[in-house]
């Protein structure tokens, strides 16, 4: 039983799926972010283009 908790203890292997979990999460939130923003502003120019080649 000693043996168990002693290498249940020194096994990292879930904390480093952890990590990695965490830093593509945060990937993904910086990826969702800069699209949205990129997004809105090809939105703005197209509306702009639009507004302008109408008169």
Request: net charge negative; hydrophobic share 40%; aromatic share 6%.
């Amino acid at each position: 039983m000693t043996q168990l908790l002693k290498s249940f203890q020194n096994d990292e292997s879930g904390a480093t799926a952890i990590e990695y979990t965490l830093i593509a999460a945060l990937i993904s939130i910086v990826i969702i972010a800069s699209a949205q923003t990129t997004g809105s502003q090809l939105s703005s120019m197209f509306q702009n283009i639009q507004t302008s080649t109408k008169h």
